[in-house]
């Protein structure tokens, strides 16, 4: 159970300086938006490497801020019948999500987006846009850093729900992270 929690831990720590690194990007992603509305209307300039910018900018934040999401119990889920549940019963919910829909989708994106990556890489590919933005292919990268962020979340995910399922839940730094959620609820 101890290597368990060391892994809970480490990754969620992980995760959560990922989180805190990515949403730094937001500023840019409002500062970029705002020049380009102030030069259109105020100045009739227009670049689209600029346009480019803010929207590579905020899929960066949505792929790469995804694991601090699941983390943090950010993400869609049927909250009539999860929240109120039981921390075991959560758990059980949580494992089976896991193994039965996240690591196969991490799979699946992994398996077929790497040579999508990889050509993408091989080519040096650029925005499709006259004028865009050089790079495209490392915004094409957080499509896997997506799946392989979100996949080692889940796994720690699943070794949190074994360890409450083991009732060792006490181990556990802060519980369940919806200790976390119903703690702002109530604040």
């Not at 999500?97 to 993408?120: D, I, K, N, Q």
Request: aromatic share 12%.
């Amino acid at each position: 159970m101890s290597a368990l929690v060391l892994f809970v831990r480490l990754v969620d720590d992980f995760s959560d300086r990922v989180g805190r690194l990515v949403s730094w990007l937001t500023i840019g992603v409002v500062a970029v938006c705002f020049s380009v509305v102030v030069l259109r209307y105020a100045f009739s300039i227009g670049f689209v490497w600029m346009q480019d910018l803010y929207v590579w900018l905020h899929a960066a934040v949505f792929t790469l801020g995804a694991s601090y999401a699941l983390r943090h119990e950010h993400h869609v889920r049927v909250d009539i019948i999860y929240h109120p549940a039981s921390p075991r019963y959560k758990a059980i919910i949580n494992l089976i999500g896991v193994c039965l829909f996240l690591l196969p989708l991490v799979a699946v994106v992994s398996y077929c987006g790497w040579p999508y990556v990889m050509r993408s890489w091989g080519l040096h590919e650029a925005s499709s846009n006259v004028g865009g933005m050089p790079g495209l292919f490392v915004l094409k990268t957080c499509v896997l850093l997506f799946v392989w962020l979100v996949g080692l979340q889940g796994l720690s995910l699943a070794a949190r729900s074994i360890v409450v399922l083991g009732g060792r839940q006490d181990l556990l730094p802060g519980g369940m992270p919806e200790a976390d959620v119903e703690h702002r609820e109530g604040a």
